[in-house]
C-alpha cells in the first residue's frame, strides 16, 4: 500500500503538481467586466441602513478592499472577522469593494489590525473610515 501511495505522490510531482495543489483556490474562471478597487468610499446606502438597523453603541468601520474578484474572497473575509470576539457584526460588499465591521464604541479600531486579516485573506486594506452610531 505505500508503494502505491509513493507512486501516486511521484507521478503527481512528475507532472508538475504538488500533493497540496487541489487544495488551493484559483481565481481562474471568475472574470469579471469590471475590475473593483474599492478606492471610492461609496457605501449602499440600502445595504448600510439594513446593516446599522438594531445596533446601538456601536462604531462601524468602512473598510476599502482592493483584490475581491469573487464571492469566495468576500465569505473568506468575513470568516476571517466572525472569529474576532470584538466584532458585533460584518458585512462584504463585493460588488462596491467594501466590508463593513460593527464593534462596540469602546474599542480602539486598528487599520493595521484590519489590513492584516483582509491580507491573510489574499486581498489589500486600502482606506479606512470610522462611523459612530
Known sequence: MKNILLILIFTSMAWGETPHDSMHHTHEGHVH???????????D???????VMDLEDTQIAIVN???????????GIEKIFKKDTNVKKV???????????????????????IKEKILINGQNAIDMKVINL
Not at 467586466?33 to 457605501?43: P, S
Not at 446606502?45 to 446593516?51: A, G, M, N
Open 45 to 51: 446606502p440600502e445595504r448600510f441602513d439594513k446593516f
Open 65 to 75: 478592499v482592493q483584490g475581491m474578484v469573487c464571492d469566495f474572497c468576500a465569505r
Open 33 to 43: 467586466e469590471e475590475f473593483v478597487d474599492g478606492k471610492k468610499l461609496e457605501v
Open 91 to 113: 458585512d462584504v460588499d463585493l460588488s462596491k469593494g467594501k466590508v463593513l465591521i460593527a464593534y462596540n464604541v469602546a474599542h480602539e479600531i486598528i487599520f493595521d489590525d
